[in-house]
């Protein structure tokens, strides 16, 4: 089943996002490491955190690289895209430069080429050595999904650091499960009461059945509120 390093529940969102900013700092206050390597992730539920934490004064944005969990295969100008949307919300809001933004590319008509790409520049950042993210930040999908992992393809083995994802949707760029699991900590957001059914699903799921179970426990953080 899902298991978590530890469980931050709130019963409003301003709070959850109060405790995930005090914790954040912390992270980052403690590492080190002269940088410190951010993912971030998309869709909707970090909207609001994203607000909250481009307002914080407290925040050493110098210091910080930002990487993206997984991308849909469109432009950044496209309402779909998770850079887009970071940018809108955080990236363009605070002090930083174009070098600390490390963007999933999508401008190649051969999606792998710009797989490839990106698992580069991935290793470059970390001299070759092992990909450990300081911080990861996961949104969870009503169906258990994280970054761009689904249940038909969570359970492929690679030594990928990222991986090309067909769906029916969208054709994606994901970072693996191996990947994600090497990250340092693991921040899972799940605010709002649309996300309490999938999260007492996965509290219970002893087979496995949701993307978000393949997660490793260590430095595993779940916050969510209802």
């Known amino acids: 089943m899902a298991k978590f390093g530890k469980i931050i529940h ?4 301003n709070f ?16 080190r490491k ?9 869709g909707e ?47 363009n809001k605070i002090k930083i430069t174009n070098k600390q933004i490390f963007k ?5 008509k051969i999606i792998k080429n710009n797989v490839l790409n990106y698992e580069k520049k991935i290793k470059n950042y970390f001299f070759n050595k092992k990909v450990n993210f300081d911080l990861t930040l996961l949104g969870l ?13 969570v359970k492929k083995k690679t030594n990928k650091n990222v991986i090309f994802v067909k769906r029916k949707d969208f054709f994606r760029i994901s970072l693996s499960l191996k990947c994600l699991n090497n990250s340092k900590s ?34 595993n953080f779940l916050f969510y509120c209802n």
């Not at 959850?16 to 590492?31: D, E, G, T, V, Y």
């Not at 002269?34 to 998309?42: I, K």
């Not at 957001?189 to 087979?207: M, Q, T, V």
Request: hydrophobic share 35%; charged share 30%.
């Open 10 to 13: 709130e019963k409003d969102e």
């Open 16 to 31: 959850l996002i109060r405790k995930f900013i005090r914790l954040f700092i912390s992270k980052i206050r403690n590492s």
């Open 34 to 42: 002269r940088r410190f390597s951010l993912v971030l992730t998309g």
């Open 45 to 91: 539920s970090p909207i609001k955190l994203y607000k909250s934490l481009a307002k914080n004064k407290k925040i050493s944005w110098q210091k910080i690289d930002f990487f993206i969990s997984d991308e849909r295969y469109v432009k950044e100008d496209s309402k779909h895209s998770n850079i887009k949307m970071c940018k809108k919300y955080l990236l």
């Open 104 to 108: 999933i590319p999508t401008n190649q």
């Open 141 to 153: 999908g009503n169906d258990g999904h994280i970054a761009s992992l689904f249940e038909n393809n």
């Open 186 to 219: 693991i921040f899972l957001w799940a605010p709002g009461r649309k996300k309490l059914n999938i999260i007492n699903k996965i509290l219970l799921d002893k087979n496995f059945k949701y993307p978000v179970s393949f997660l490793r426990k260590k430095n």
